[in-house]
């Protein structure tokens, strides 16, 4: 299925391609005009000529850049945009996105990221990437250049989703993109009947040291993050986000596969930055040993930590533990000469909000997240 901006394009294209070979026989449809008959047919060459540029102009005005599948680039014509967009990620965040950029260049070159490119004059513009994970999809990414047309965006969030709602076996969709400011991809997603979640991406700076006194602990131990944790930590995400708003963000804390998933994606894997397991920590209870809380961080920027999971289960809350969770990974990353810390929150989590607005923390920007279920 082709959106209807691209099919008046073809159209278009069509067109002009017919036009310069020849006249004699040929005819077209422009945009809300009558057909019209090319030379012995009975109309003046000079009208069907006029008529024909007329229409070509109209088409190319509308959509001046073509999108076209993302499997025909590769990194050598994405490089120059995705170094674009890290500059962006290092303005905006304070994180330096290179290592992400790097790797979708990789999986660019071996032709199996499926997404759609911006080209205009033969140069790639914008590009967005999705991902499917079961019966899911998964809106990965979009960016374009700064040159570029306005609504570029909104063209490859729409060819994005139509594509993900039309995919056999999909059944539900979700789309966060940090880089974009709230309400700036609202119409692409609501539309298509996406539910929109308002976040916030939070930043404490460390210079100077933050004074965060942490509580006493009692019946509770902190201790660093271990390979061993995987599974009490997934166990700990299921029960700590059930009927929670994330859990209807991201479907993965709903089970214990799904928070694994998650684990092994923030722990294993670049894409939120490189897994610090120095500012990781579990909260243990004393009697039982079992964990029953876990705060996980990553290094987005060699002085930077971005927390990536913050959790409790629900019976040991307001307890004093997720405080004690941060003054431990200040403390770490205040020893290593670290200059920022932030996370992201869902706006509605206004509990979370409040205790990070208590440590310090302050509203850096404002983004979507978007889900649709079918």
Partial sequence: MVPAAEKAFRTGQAALRLWFPTLAGLSF???????????????PLRQAKTAAVQAVHEVMDYAPVEIIDLRHFGAAELRPLLMEEARLWGERMSWDYHSSAEMILRYLDSKILPGYTAVEDGHVVGYSFFVYEGSKGV???????????HGLGERLLNHVTETLQNSPGIHRIEAQLLLHDAGSTVPSFARRGFRRFPRLFMSLPLRPAPQIYPPELKGFSLRSWAEQDFQPGANVIMQAYAGHV????????RSIAGSLRFLNNIVRFPGCGTFDPASSFTVVHATTRAVVGMLLCSRVRDDVGHVTQVCLLPEFRKQGLARAMMAACLRSLLDRKFSELSLTVTQANSNAVELYERLGFHTRRVFDAFVWEG
């Fill in 246 to 253: 994330d859990s209807e963000i991201n479907d993965q804390y």
């Fill in 139 to 149: 809106v990965g990414d979009m960016f374009t250049a700064a040159r570029s047309e």
């Fill in 29 to 43: 449809r422009p945009r809300q005009q009558g057909l019209v008959h090319f030379p012995g047919v009975g109309v």
